[in-house]
Nanobody, 119 residues
């Protein structure tokens, strides 16, 4: 299983960016998917997750109401729509895939994509 994240870049405070993560290998629809981020000097943190069917999502409090995770099982892709960006959103964003049920560790990770938000 390989994950390829894209869509990062430079955004302005109050603006929007959309991240994509393309998954190859085993059936995409069999994986729960998540987004995480790591800012300089900080530990990696959970951002958002979505279950296999896409029917259930979860968000970190810091992004709730601003970010939306979604998936297209026909395209083997998970998305993270980031609106109303703030400088604190600056980080490397990683997508991850989980074969197990919610609460279990993620099994596969992408390479990360840099998001930088200017004030």
């Amino acid at each position: 299983v390989q994950l390829q994240a894209s869509g990062g870049g430079l955004g302005q405070a109050g603006g929007s960016l959309r991240l994509s993560c393309a998954v190859s290998g085993r059936a995409f629809s069999s994986y729960g998917m998540g987004w995480f981020r790591q800012a300089p000097g900080k530990e990696r943190e959970f951002v958002a997750s979505i279950r296999r069917s896409g029917g259930s999502t979860a968000y970190a409090n810091s992004v709730k109401g601003r970010f939306t995770i979604s998936r297209d099982n026909a395209k083997n892709t998970v998305y993270l729509q980031m609106n109303n960006l703030i400088p604190e959103d600056t980080a490397v964003y990683y997508c991850a895939a989980r074969a197990g049920i919610a609460g279990q560790p993620y099994d596969y990770w992408g390479q990360g994509t840099q998001v930088t938000v200017s004030s």
